[in-house]
């Protein structure tokens, strides 16, 4: 499964394994080559991104059983 991400350097949108992404995880845009960690505010909106694409996928429901931490 592949997650679009807008870099928020140059504005290029490139497409990203979802299983690559967590929250620590580094993003290495393959246009201007920055590198981010993936924490903060840009993880909680790829968070929600992902979470939307699963929902999207029509993936199986219920059988994640993952609550929120907080
Ligand atoms: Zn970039």
Redesign the pocket.
Known sequence: MMLPIT?P??G?ESEFPVEALAEGAVFA?P??K?TLTLHGHMWEEIKADIERLKEKEGGRPGSAGEAPGV
Request: net charge positive; with cysteine; glycine share 0%.
């Open positions: 870099c350097l140059c290029r845009c246009v201007c920055v």
